[in-house]
């Protein structure tokens, strides 16, 4: 990773973009991959960059735009907003946060708030943390200067920025799926220079994270045979985890390709050797069902799509700090750019 391309993932994931408020984020990514790529927004917010789109044979790569965020619903009297949230989180995760809440007037900064340990009763210590007993501090005095800032239904995400952390390991929200939107737009880039004969689609999906919205409407739209999904994957390299659950996921270990009912096997076998000619590492991992990921909604699409998915292993999921290797990122983009090179024509995608 370059200066040039590390500052672009550190603008995605500032970027506050939740599941259904992702136009923010949305014009970072276009501004990035239309020097090389044709533009197109559909009604969802989904953006499709097309390049070489007259080629063959056409091959979609997606990742989701969205993060999962918060969303206000009341504003009490003194000015705090109670919120509902937007994707799945772990309430233990959320005290103390920093969030940004896309106001009518510009971001506004806010803090979540919870009773501190030192008043919560024995019992209230010992359970979980609930999100209806927390609430987001803006700093206004009264319910009139908050509404002054933010109205009901504004939402907002968490902005906890990027800190390095040791051996080109880096910590971040939303990681989850900026990483992927950022991989997806850095191999367009990289083989837009390299005069590809496949007509390539890069998909920056909205609302995966309230259940794969964005993708399955986007890939009807390519209308590709060949897709591939990159979103991140959590990983047994850390305490409390186990391999024998989760099977051997490492950070650092390389990109993840997924085996199960929503792969192509022939695409599997093709993102391995593009592995292998690219010269990067790769881990594999099991999914029998191939839910959880907008792979799934795109391989149902139109007749099928012969689908891979391609995942950064990420420490910590869905908190204020997930955490990855930038090698692994550096991989998968090398990885793809070798895949969509070498595709044939026609490709011989029957399982
Ligand atoms: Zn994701």
Not at 139 to 163: F, K, P, Q, Y
Not at 236 to 244: I, Q, V
Not at 245 to 250: L, S
Not at 313 to 334: F, G, K
Request: one cysteine or more.
């Amino acid at each position: 990773m370059n200066d040039d391309q590390r500052s672009f993932l550190v603008s995605l994931v500032r970027a506050t973009g939740p599941s259904g408020y992702e136009s923010g984020a949305q014009e970072i990514w276009r501004n990035r991959v239309s020097s090389v790529a044709d533009v197109h927004t559909d009604s969802l917010g989904s953006a499709i960059a097309s390049l070489n789109p007259g080629g063959s044979p056409r091959v979609m790569l997606e990742a989701h735009i969205d993060e999962i965020g918060f969303q206000v619903k009341y504003i009490d009297d003194n000015g705090f907003l109670y919120f509902n949230t937007i994707g799945g989180f772990d309430p233990a995760t959320l005290a103390g946060n920093r969030v940004r809440i896309l106001g009518h007037n510009g971001p506004v900064n806010g803090v979540i708030g919870r009773k501190p340990a030192h008043l919560l009763a024995e019992e209230d210590r010992k359970a979980n943390p609930k999100i209806k007993d927390m609430w987001i501090d803006i700093g206004a005095r009264n319910a009139e200067e908050a509404r002054n800032a933010v109205s009901i239904g504004d939402a907002g995400g968490r902005v906890h920025d990027v800190t390095d952390l040791l051996g080109n390991f880096l910590a971040s929200n939303s990681f989850d799926d900026r990483v992927g939107s950022y991989v997806i737009a850095e191999v367009l880039l990289s083989i837009a220079r390299e005069n590809p004969s496949a007509a390539v689609f890069a998909a920056s999906a909205v609302q995966e994270e309230i259940g794969l919205r964005g993708a399955g409407p986007a890939a009807y739209s390519i209308d590709a045979p060949i897709g591939v999904a990159v979103d991140v994957t959590y990983t047994s390299d850390h305490p409390e985890t186990r391999k024998t659950e989760v099977g051997d996921i490492r950070c650092g270990a390389g990109p993840v390709l997924t085996r199960g009912a929503a792969t192509n096997p022939r695409i599997f076998e093709r993102l391995v050797q593009a592995a292998e000619a690219a010269g990067v590492p790769y881990q594999v991992e099991g999914n029998p069902t191939g839910r959880g990921t907008d792979q799934y909604a795109m391989y149902v699409v139109r007749s099928g799509m012969a689908t891979g998915l391609v995942s950064i292993p990420t420490r910590y999921l869905h908190t204020a700090s997930e955490v990855l290797s930038q090698d692994d990122v550096d991989a998968a983009v090398a990885l793809l750019a070798r895949f969509v090179l070498d595709l044939p024509e026609p490709p011989d995608v029957t399982p």
